[in-house]
């Protein structure tokens, strides 16, 4: 089954709203539910998080699984540390995982690893 990122868009104030609530909710000391995803309050920074490259390297890493930065640099032909600068951002948000591996002469390398098969985008209004 196709594991799926849920991006949203809410307004500042549902935003708020949100965070309010789960305050609120530690002060009280009950149980928080764990919230899946990634949240924004404009269209705007969600296209500025998936952009054009960034969703290429998701796709290579996905379909062609690189054992290395290096070598997906070189499969989506794009310098290395820029595709390093855009793996950092995306693991932060957590669409990646950054794995340690060993390579064929005993270097360790960092592999990137794909953590959602789709992306789901989900505007209120």
């Not at 196709?2 to 530690?26: E, H, N, P």
């Not at 296209?47 to 379909?63: E, K």
């Not at 054992?67 to 950092?88: F, P, T, W």
């Not at 950054?98 to 002469?105: H, K, L, R, V, Y």
Request: no cysteine.
């Amino acid at each position: 089954m196709a594991k799926t990122l849920t991006i949203q868009i809410k307004s500042a104030g549902d935003a708020l709203d949100g965070f309010r609530d789960t305050f609120k909710a530690v002060e009280a000391r009950r149980r928080i539910s764990r919230r899946e995803g990634v949240y924004f309050t404009s269209i705007e920074a969600a296209r500025n998080l998936l952009t054009p490259n960034r969703l290429a390297l998701l796709r290579a890493v996905r379909s062609g699984r690189p054992g290395s930065i290096y070598e997906l640099a070189k499969m989506v032909r794009r310098d290395l540390k820029n595709v390093q600068d855009d793996l950092r951002l995306l693991e932060r948000y957590g669409l990646v995982r950054m794995a340690d591996a060993t390579s064929s002469g005993k270097r360790r390398v960092r592999v990137p690893r794909a953590v959602f098969d789709q992306i789901a985008l989900k505007i209120a209004i």
